[in-house]
T-cell receptor
């Protein structure tokens, strides 16, 4: 079946540091890949997505590239802000079988001023 | 995009009682889902709510414990039955429109069972 593996958190960074959150997946066929963000006390928001190999999703300074050869979709940001503190979830949507998103375990990011 | 609302936003319930959570989408959607997010954990799919027929449950979840209704294309309910403290979680409604790859989420219902 489909699965998503994320790096363990929490990740603690200073403001303006470079961020990478690793995400790898297992799926049959060609899934679509997503990053969702959950700010404290709020619901899930779609951050970015990519639907095919080599696509790059980007939003709010965050980027992730769909790498089929390494089955990865790592999230990056060049300069984090305190307001980026949240939990980040990597997810996939397979194109066969179950149509709901499969989520990784989530990575908590804490950015210190 | 779709805007999803849930009621109640939170509740505190006694062991052995049941709670029904409502989910309303502001547009017609093809698929609706219910997830559970236990404290500090990721999201686990409970079931897919099927319009006009029985929900499709994931392994570990059963209809007697989590009955689901979906009478039309914009509304669904999830009932958490005979609750125990282990049911304390955030329950999230999610929807996906036909032809779109994106899934949208409601704000969640925070349930505490004493």
């Amino acid at each position: 079946g489909n699965s998503v593996t994320q790096m363990e958190g929490p990740v603690t960074l200073s403001e303006e540091a470079f961020l990478t959150i690793n995400c790898t997946y297992t799926a049959t066929g060609y899934p679509s890949l997503f990053w969702y963000v959950q700010y404290p006390g709020e619901g899930l928001q779609l951050l970015l997505k990519a639907t095919k190999a080599d696509d790059k999703g980007s939003n709010k300074g965050f980027e992730a590239t769909y790498r089929k050869e390494t089955t990865s979709f790592h999230l990056e940001k060049g300069s984090v802000q305190v307001s980026d503190s949240a939990v980040y979830f990597c997810a996939l949507n397979g194109n066969t079988g179950r149509r709901a998103l499969t989520f990784g375990s989530g990575t908590r990011l804490q950015v210190q001023p | 995009s779709a805007v999803i609302s849930q009621k109640p936003s939170r509740d505190i319930c006694q062991r052995g009682t049941s709670l029904t959570i409502q989910c309303q989408v502001d547009s017609q959607v093809t698929m609706m889902f219910w997830y559970r997010q236990q404290p500090g954990q990721s999201l686990t799919l409970i079931a897919t709510a099927n319009q006009g027929s029985e929900a499709t449950y994931e392994s570990g979840f059963v209809i007697d414990k989590f009955p689901i209704s979906r009478p039309n294309l914009t509304f669904s309910t999830l009932t958490v039955s005979n609750m125990s403290p282990e049911d304390s979680s955030i329950y999230l409604c999610s929807a996906r429109a036909g032809g779109l790859n994106e899934q949208f989420f409601g704000p969640g219902t925070r349930l505490t069972v004493l």
